[in-house]
């Protein structure tokens, strides 16, 4: 959302801006119906300082207590505050009610006021979350119009089985390349993949000397993915500049799609429709800064590939350095995507190489159990990956197939039936068996669409010619 306030004459000119949100969990047939509406104005700004209303409509069923969240894009401070209790940590803004405006009727409204200091520029927050439910102005009743479960692939009852101890693949030969249309790419890369009404929706990289952004295409089968239509994603409100590594899912509390990525930070973007390449928002961060556990141990290396999971309780996110550290932030599934925690580091490899980037987390069906992924440079400078298992997404984690001898997959345990166009198993993602934000496989005949490249390639790691392939499992156990 752009500034809401304007200069006219000299003066500072307020305007409403209104973000409203609705969500429905599954939930019981007696939850209650969840909705609201905010209204944040600007009342008056002067150098250093800002003062600031707003305005919270409960458009949902009676509520006792509230907590109302957004997030900050321009450094902004909350400095004093009345008729409610509003703390600040980084960039996040919690305000809770006071003693005496707990209780919001049906289509009620309750308001508080404070002041605020800003440098640079005030913009003003694009989202806010009310107990736990994004504002958009709408209302849900979960007992009448419960969400629908989007399309799977495979079917929402697989065969039951677990994961072997040793993988073996066939691989495709090269599904997706860079277009000849001017633009100039030199790689397709960094997948994430869903299947939702009767198509693969295909979130990408574009990689080239100058720099990283997305794109997107979907197909009803992987035979006709390099036919598809690349839609890129510089021309939506998502934006040009610096955009990587995406992870898609359908968040259900919020019945949106989230597109994770990397900016330079964590970023994210939503969608109610994952079809429409404009429909993305601008990018928001889940963190104000690179947080300090990560500066503290980064080295050389970068800040890549960030990856969110949720259980019943939390989502997680995940993230690398290529310096042999992975990081784990969380937050409430309530609260997601506000309140990320510092980082912990959950696992690390004094060797970088053998812990580099591109982690993948999964919830595995019919077990309780979770897979993790991870991509290392090999003995031979060839990318792979390793695996571990662990009974919750916090861990601990248990190594599954994790060496050069036994990989998840590397060129060594990957059939090639139309011949080897790469040595290189890189950043990819499963097939999942279901789009939500629980990022759930089927261990039965697993799929991972994954980037490779000509064996011969050689030159500026950003103009290598990265394609898209896909690896199916043929061992399955089930």
């Known amino acids: 959302m752009r500034q809401t306030a304007r200069l006219r004459a000299g003066l500072l000119v307020p305007v409403i801006g209104m973000v409203a949100a609705a969500a429905a969990a ?15 104005s600007i009342s008056s700004q002067w150098s250093g300082g800002f003062g600031a209303n707003v305005t919270v409509t409960n458009l949902g069923d009676p509520i006792n207590g509230w907590t109302l969240t957004w997030t900050y894009g321009g450094g902004q401070q909350v400095t004093q505050a009345w008729n409610a209790s509003v703390t600040q940590s980084g960039a996040q803004v919690t305000a809770r009610n006071a003693g005496y405006n707990g209780a919001i009727a049906t ?28 504002c958009t102005g709408g209302v849900t009743n979960p007992s009448t119009n419960p969400p629908t479960n989007p399309p799977t692939d ?31 790419i030199a790689g397709i890369k960094d997948p994430s993949v ?83 390449p404009n429909g ?74 053998r812990l580099f980037e591109a982690a ?47 990989p998840f997959a590397r060129a060594n345990n990957v059939n090639f039936p139309a011949g080897a166009w790469t040595r290189d198993i890189s950043h990819g993602e499963m097939i999942r068996d279901q789009v939500d934000q629980t990022l759930t496989i089927s261990p039965c005949n697993m799929r991972y669409a994954y980037q490779g490249m000509d064996p011969n390639a050689g030159g500026d790691y950003n103009s290598l010619p990265w394609r898209l392939g896909l690896l199916t499992q043929t061992n399955s156990t089930c």
């Open 194 to 276: 869903v299947y939702h009404n009767g198509r693969y929706h295909v979130f990408a990289s574009t990689a080239k000397s100058e720099g990283y952004n997305l794109v997107y295409l979907n197909f009803t089968d992987w035979s006709q993915a390099n036919n598809a239509t690349f839609h890129y994603l510089d021309q939506a409100p998502l934006g040009t500049g610096y955009r990587a590594a995406p992870q898609v899912f359908y968040f259900a509390p919020h019945r949106l799609w989230y597109l994770v990525y990397q900016t330079g930070n964590a970023s994210y973007s939503t969608n109610p429709d994952i079809s429409n």
């Open 107 to 134: 289509n009620a409204s309750v308001s508080f006021g404070f002041n605020g200091s800003w440098t640079g520029s005030n913009p003003v927050p694009s989202t806010f979350t009310l107990n736990g439910t994004t």
């Open 360 to 406: 993948n987390v999964y919830k595995v069906a019919g077990q309780n159990q979770y897979l993790l992924i991870h991509e290392a440079i090999g003995s031979d400078g060839r990318r792979w990956f390793r695996s571990w298992t662990a009974p919750a997404i916090a861990g601990p984690w248990q190594a599954l197939a994790d060496t050069e001898s036994n």
């Open 154 to 184: 495979p079917p929402t009852n697989p065969p039951t089985g677990s994961l072997p101890t040793s993988f073996r693949w066939n691989s495709s030969g090269v599904l997706v390349g860079p277009k000849n249309d001017g633009r100039q």
């Open 26 to 40: 599954v939930l019981p047939a007696h939850a209650a119906a969840a909705g609201c509406s905010v209204n944040y």
């Open 280 to 353: 993305w928002t601008a990018p928001r961060h889940f963190y104000s800064d690179m947080p300090q556990i990560i500066r503290d141990n980064i080295g050389n290396g970068y800040w890549v590939d960030m990856w969110v999971i949720c259980d019943s309780a939390n989502c997680h996110l995940f993230s690398s350095d290529d310096n042999g550290h992975l990081y784990r932030s969380q937050t409430s599934v309530a609260n997601f995507p506000n309140g990320m925690n510092q980082p912990v580091i959950t696992m690390q490899d004094a060797d970088r190489n």
